[in-house]
């Protein structure tokens, strides 16, 4: 069985500082790995994704994560935040299994909070 | 919110009626999802179907029914049977048959059972 854990229900940055929302995962397969961002009362927006290759990723709006298979790891991050990125962030994965092929496997989430 | 429409954005109903939630897609995406989103629960799936006329329960099934007629539609409906309804439904869609792809979220429908 696949699942991801996101450990901090809310990470709390100052505008202008480095911004990281943790990410681990467990999977039996080889994981892909996705970074969703939703604002209140909207859908949930793709941010980035890891396949294979390069373990850094970068994506949109600035945002970049690491892939750290060892750490079974995937933490999103950002080195300037700003108050827009004050949102609910997703973690998900999925694995190339039999028995959850089309499954996306969501963490509960990070609430980000950025003061000016 | 790409390609992906959810009707209505806010929906009101009283206990012990069934209600379908709208969802249509024109990505061309073979692939449909339906979660539930409850506070500090992430996102839980309820359905989801690969290919039109199938689809599989996810992990929360119980109390709801789906169809899949069309390729761009996927309603979901929430059966008096299901205890405890009022929640943000997200529906979502990808091409199919590739995990290397994200899924496209619709706006969401938040309902409201009382």
């Known amino acids: 069985a696949q699942s991801v854990a996101q450990p901090e229900d809310q990470v709390n940055v100052a505008e202008g500082n480095p911004l990281t929302v943790k990410c681990t995962y467990s999977v039996s397969g080889n994981p892909y790995l996705f970074w969703y961002v939703q604002y209140p009362n909207r859908g949930l927006q793709f941010l980035l994704k890891?396949?294979?290759?390069?373990?850094l990723v970068k994506g949109s709006y600035g945002f970049e994560a690491e892939f750290n298979k060892s750490q079974t790891s995937f933490h999103l991050k950002k080195p300037s935040a700003l108050v827009s990125d004050s949102a609910l962030y997703f973690c998900?994965?999925?694995?190339?299994?039999?028995?959850?092929?089309?499954?996306?496997?969501f963490g509960a989430g990070t609430q980000v909070v950025v003061t000016p | 919110d790409g390609g992906i429409t959810q009707s209505p954005k806010y929906l009101f109903r009283k206990e012990g009626q069934n209600v379908t939630l709208s969802c249509e897609q024109n990505l061309n995406h073979d692939a449909m999802y339906w979660y539930r989103q409850d506070p500090g629960q992430g996102l839980r799936l309820i359905y989801y179907s690969q290919i039109v006329n199938d689809f599989q329960k996810g992990d929360i099934a119980e109390g709801y029914s789906v169809s899949r007629e069309k390729k761009e539609s996927f309603p979901l409906t929430v059966t008096s049977a299901q205890k405890n309804p009022t929640a943000f439904y997200l529906c979502?869609?990808?091409?199919?048959?590739?995990?290397?792809?994200?899924?496209?979220f619709g706006p969401g429908t938040r309902l409201t059972v009382t």
């Open positions: 979502a869609s990808s091409i199919r048959g590739a995990e290397v792809n994200e899924q496209y």
């Open positions: 998900a994965v999925r694995a190339l299994t039999t028995d959850s092929w089309g499954k996306f496997q």
């Open positions: 890891y396949i294979t290759g390069d373990n």
